[in-house]
């Protein structure tokens, strides 16, 4: 009996923290996508050619295939995918700080118009708390589940401990005498 008992705790504890890692890992996972831009090469245009993010995100320039070479140059050189080329997989983060409005081009083809903009908003507070995970709802339901935890914990204790006690024997068998 005893034996088995054990066997439950230690598979009760063994259960708890694996839950509690698995929602970290949820908080974790949550994160936006990048924005992605590519080309449309029979107009000579970026797809889309305007965006809008907030600090903190990716913009990704992506193409491949391409019949002719392309690149993309932020007009002060903050980014730079390098040299036109046919195939193109970049990514620039605008960190936090860098709201602004960022004009870009194609180096060989801004004289037909290839050109984009992308607008980087400036993230609030509650923003950079959920993008780090730190949201007080995501706190409050972590502080929920483990305070779920240490009850059925402390139930299974207390279960035990009046198992041992009963099949040990108290001190009070058999009827009581008195006065």
């Known amino acids: 009996m005893r034996l088995r ?17 698995s929602n970290s890992q949820m908080v974790q996972d949550d994160e936006s996508e990048d924005v992605i831009i590519t080309v449309d ?14 600090e903190g995100e990716t913009v ?3 193409w491949s295939g391409q019949l002719l070479p392309h690149n993309a140059v932020e007009a002060n050189g903050l980014f730079d995918s390098g040299d036109p080329e046919r195939d193109v997989d970049y990514s620039f983060t ?5 709201n602004g409005t960022y004009d870009f081009e194609c180096e060989p083809h801004a004289d037909f118009g ?66």
């Open 5 to 21: 008992l054990v066997g439950i705790v230690a598979l009760l504890l063994l259960m708890g923290p694996a839950k509690a890692v």
């Open 41 to 54: 090469s029979t107009n000579l245009r970026f797809s889309p050619d305007s965006v809008t993010v907030s």
């Open 60 to 62: 990704r320039f992506f």
């Open 94 to 98: 605008f960190e936090v700080g860098m």
């Open 114 to 179: 290839m050109v984009g903009q992308i607008v980087v908003e400036p993230v609030q507070v509650e923003d950079l708390n959920q993008s780090n995970g730190t949201d007080d709802s995501n706190l409050t339901e972590m502080k929920d589940e483990s305070l779920t935890f240490v009850s059925i914990i402390g139930t299974v204790w207390v279960l035990a401990l009046a198992a041992y006690t009963r099949q040990v024997g108290g001190p009070h068998r058999g009827p009581r005498s008195g006065f």
